[in-house]
């Protein structure tokens, strides 16, 4: 199921990082700009992987690149305020995970934007595709939905 025609609410997550906007983030209109949203995004995922010891970012044999995203905006976030970011996997392949992310704004029930990004697992030395390692599979079939 695609998150675009979807606003996803807190209780469809289990996981959760916090970041916070920063002057910088925001735009002449006055909200988060749109770019910032991805970086949320790779930010979770990767704090996730590190947090989850499966991704050594300088030597793990096996590594996700991104190959698709995608953001839908619903609501706007401004400077200052507190965000969460959630997890999951909606998809797990062989090579590739499909992450979905819900970026909440304070307390909101609602995701102010929500997310896919898709990785591919490549071996770092070739780039070739490569089957997600078990350590790796096992923790993102934690995040299944």
Same mark, same amino acid.
């Given at each position: 199921?695609?998150? +675009? ?92 995970? +499909? ?47």
């Amino acid at each position: 199921m695609s998150t +675009r025609a979807v606003r996803l609410r807190r209780e469809d997550f289990s996981c959760f990082y916090p970041v916070t906007t920063r002057w910088g983030d925001h735009d002449s209109y006055g909200h988060v700009h749109n770019v910032v949203y991805y970086s949320f995004f790779d930010s979770a995922i990767s704090q996730f992987l590190v947090e989850s010891g499966t991704l050594d970012i300088g030597c793990s044999p096996v590594i996700g690149l991104i190959a698709a995203s995608n953001c839908t905006y619903h609501a706007s976030i401004t400077f200052p305020e507190r965000v969460t970011v959630g997890l999951r996997i909606a998809h797990l392949g062989n090579s590739s995970a +499909r992450y979905e992310l819900g970026v909440f704004r304070e307390d909101d029930e609602q995701a102010s934007a929500t997310g896919e990004v898709v990785y591919v697992y490549v071996d770092r030395q070739s780039q070739r595709a490569a089957r997600i390692p078990a350590p790796i599979r096992e923790e993102l079939a934690s995040l299944a939905v």
